[in-house]
């Protein structure tokens, strides 16, 4: 192979996709601007940091559609995944890693393969026309430069939607007099005991006041140019949940069912739940508390939260904005552009939606390179599979003119024969899929 395949971007498909493609016997030249240049949302210039959420969602590959997908790419050889499970932290029934032995871990595996080459700086617009086979997996924080040149080579007028980060406390601070530990349902999950969340429960009046806080508070202010940047719908900002009506939080990330506060032996009326974010146990996320509340409202209006009033934060929440491609009009198949098929684009940026989406389509677009770079017509994984049904929603199924990034869900998995109803539907669904990945390699 006289020529390597060049990937932009060592977030989490960049890094898959370059583990991928080396494993098959390809020689890769992985690109990352970080440290030369950083991002509004990275803190490092470690490969596939994380820089929300520390969670890979739900782990149950019976029930959940991103637990099949988890397990579909575990099958499949995923660096990720594997990283992942050697850095897990309780979560319940959710995958949750210590985000920086993660990062450490993708990077030292990806440093030490013979066939990657990593190389720090930014591809600024599109890559040079002697790169014969790129993976473009820049994500979403694509630098401007890339962003104008993909524009104008696709015709597309826009590329970005806005997504914000919670906040991270330190746990010394936070007051377990008025906080317990506890999972919903009890559910222990693959690293937990059914006591891995902190859970601090307001009254009704206290919840109340809570959200006039919300409503109440300075936000940051959009640029100009910024202005027309959608939300996301799946990572809503929460004073703009709590905008849409009083009971939405209630219904949403603050929902206290499956929940029972030992210091009442009541269910309380709303709860913030926080989920271990690093191996010691040292640092707590405030889970579904994306914001864009400028940062001195942040410190006051979460310190209103029982059990946070002295709450002293490692991390505040805070907005960037997002890019990704109308995929259905612009991408085959095999995720290579239309208009230039020596591109191929890879995770976040093609419209996935999620930390596990974006590995996998970064692990499709390095077996689909790999298998070009043999002269072979790549395998496409069947469509009942969690990564059929998201590779098909992305290139295929999804209609151009409402396209929105998505998450994997069952919803996206072809009917299955027979009368299913509810749990054992999902069920269904999920032992199909699994049966049917055996068959693909």
């Known amino acids: 192979m006289p020529h390597p395949t060049h990937i932009i971007g060592g977030g989490l498909a ?6 991928q493609l080396a494993e098959a016997g390809v020689p890769v030249v992985l690109h990352e601007m970080r440290p030369e240049r950083g991002t509004e949302a990275h803190q490092t210039g470690q490969f596939a940091e994380l820089v929300c959420s520390n969670s890979f969602r739900s782990d149950d590959a019976e029930f959940n559609a991103v637990g099949v997908l988890h397990a579909e790419m575990r099958r499949l050889g995923s660096l990720i995944l594997r990283c992942a499970d050697t850095h897990a932290v309780p979560a319940g029934g959710a995958l949750a890693v210590d985000r920086e032995g993660f990062a450490e871990a993708v990077t030292a595996a990806l440093a030490g393969h013979p066939l990657i080459t990593l190389v720090r700086g930014e591809v600024a617009g599109l890559p040079p026309e002697d790169w ?11 630098s401007p430069a890339l ?13 970005s939607f806005f997504d914000a ?17 506890q999972s919903r349902y009890d559910k222990a999950g693959p690293s937990g005991t059914g006591r891995d969340y902190i859970n601090c429960a307001f ?12 409503l109440a508070a300075p936000k940051i202010e959009f640029h100009e140019w910024e202005k027309k940047t959608p939300y996301f719908e799946g990572c809503l900002p929460i004073e703009e949940m709590a905008r849409r009506g009083a009971d939405t939080l209630r219904y949403g990330p603050m929902k206290p069912v499956g ?6 032996t009541h269910r309380p009326y709303a709860v913030v739940q926080l989920r271990q974010d690093n191996a010691l146990a040292t640092l707590y996320n405030l889970v579904g508390f994306q914001t864009k509340l400028r940062h001195a409202e942040q410190a006051r209006i979460f310190r209103m939260i029982p059990g946070l009033e002295h709450a002293e934060f490692a991390r505040l929440g805070g907005m960037h904005r997002n890019t990704f491609l109308n995929s259905p009009r612009l991408l085959d198949q ?25 590995a996998a389509i970064g692990l499709l677009a390095g077996r689909f390179a790999a298998s070009r770079r043999r002269d072979q017509a790549p395998r496409l994984p069947p469509p009942t599979t969690a990564l059929g049904a998201l590779l098909s929603h992305i290139t295929t199924n999804a209609e151009a003119e409402t396209f929105q990034p998505m998450n994997v869900n069952f919803g996206l998995f072809p009917p299955i024969e027979g009368i299913f109803k509810g749990r054992t539907r999902k069920q269904a669904l999920a032992r199909r899929a699994l049966e049917d990945l055996a068959g693909y390699s």
Do not use: M, N
């Not at 960049?14 to 583990?19: F, T, V």
């Not at 014969?132 to 694509?142: H, K, M, Q, S, Y």
């Open 147 to 159: 962003a104008e040149a993909i524009l104008e080579l696709t015709g597309e007028a826009q590329l």
């Open 259 to 264: 929940l029972t506060d030992p210091h009442t």
């Open 334 to 358: 095999e995720l290579r552009l239309k208009a230039q098929p020596r591109l191929r684009f890879a995770g976040q940026i093609t419209g996935c939606e999620g930390y596990v989406e974006s």
């Open 203 to 214: 009254d009704r009046e206290g919840y109340h006041a809570f959200l006039d806080a919300l």
């Open 165 to 181: 980060i919670a906040p991270i406390v330190h746990f010394e601070s936070i007051d377990l007099s008025k906080a317990w530990f």
């Open 14 to 19: 960049g890094s898959e996709a370059a583990w």
């Open 132 to 142: 014969r086979d790129v993976i473009v997996a820049t994500g979403p924080l694509t």
